[in-house]
């Protein structure tokens, strides 16, 4: 059965909040035909301007009869911004609760805790501005860390990419994960990055300290990530001594570089996971675990799920 979509957006909404999550809905019809269908919902029939200034036209107006399965409220400048009247919240809340789920990209969130005021419920946004967000709903609970959070039918994600990985998300609930797998192959992202996983990548966190001393460890890391690295041979790496490197590692990442490698190696393993062609087994072999079981437990610390039950798409 097809689920039906509707994206809604108005002026100055962010034009990747749109077609970055559309794109792997859509994707989806590759491997499952009509699996999705989308249209785009605007408050009238004018043409609707992206924060850029291009136009689109939607498909139907929140004055048309619709319904859907999947509302889908974009972020954008003008999305956090935006005023609606008593009659467009009210019709705008009257398809939110026809829609099996209600999904906010960004700061679409702003729109959905207007259309749910009174509801207790766990979001995010783009950490720019989830203090904002807060604020301004003090009955939600507004987290600024993930990705992307799930609270009951509502799902609301993080800064515009990670809609993306709110949308594989999705796909692997509703498809599995060998299915997500080869969404996220085509669209040449990780699969997937966890709601857990913090908005910050660790390069993103060096970044953010103005250190970029870490970064060609890491890289030198992800190339290695099926052999065993001792402390020693990183810090040979950046001619440090184990000491300086283990600072640098709990300033600006957080954990031990021995921890932070064992991370990479599972969060390696949870990506390949979703090819087909290999077995959990293997996987563990391919990431260095000198066997299943080790490799079993680490995945469940890490994850919460047992590798052959992720694997199976949960």
Not at 235 to 242: A, D, I
Not at 278 to 293: A, H, K, L, N, T
Request: with cysteine.
């Amino acid at each position: 059965m097809t689920i039906k979509q509707l994206y809604f957006i108005a002026d100055e909404f962010q034009a990747l909040d749109l077609f970055g999550p559309l794109d792997a809905f859509m994707e989806t019809n590759s491997f499952v035909p009509k699996a999705y269908s989308a249209k785009l919902l605007g408050l009238d029939e004018c043409a609707i301007k992206t924060s850029h200034g291009q136009q689109l036209l939607p498909d139907v107006s929140i004055d048309d009869p619709i319904s859907c399965d999947d509302l889908i409220i974009c972020g954008g400048a003008g999305m956090r911004t935006l005023t609606l009247t008593e009659t467009q919240n009210q019709q705008l809340r009257k398809i939110a609760n026809s829609a099996k789920r209600v999904i906010s990209i960004c700061t679409g969130a702003f729109v959905l805790a207007k259309l749910f005021p009174h509801e207790d419920m766990t979001m995010t946004s783009h950490w720019r501005h989830c203090s904002e967000l807060s604020t301004q709903n003090p009955s939600k609970e507004v987290c600024s860390e993930p990705l992307f959070v799930k609270s009951g039918n509502k799902w609301s994600s993080a800064g515009v990419l990670s809609g993306v990985d709110l949308a594989l998300a999705i796909i692997r609930e509703d498809h599995g994960n060998s299915i997500a797998a080869k969404v996220a192959k085509e669209l040449v992202v990780y699969i997937q990055r966890s709601g857990s996983q913090n908005q910050f990548s660790d390069i993103l966190q060096i970044q953010s300290a103005q250190s970029l001393k870490l970064s060609p460890l890491l890289d030198w890391l992800s190339a290695r990530v099926n052999e065993h690295i001792t402390v020693a041979q990183m810090s040979e790496q950046l001619c440090l001594s184990e000491r300086q490197l283990t600072r640098l590692f709990k300033q600006h990442l957080g954990c031990t570089p021995s921890h932070y490698f064992k991370k990479m190696k599972l969060n390696f393993a949870r990506d390949l996971l979703g090819d087909e062609s290999m077995s959990v087994e293997q996987i563990s072999r391919r990431v260095g675990f000198s066997s299943y079981d080790s490799f079993r437990r680490a995945f469940y610390r890490q994850f919460s799920v047992s590798p052959s039950k992720f694997s199976k798409g949960m």
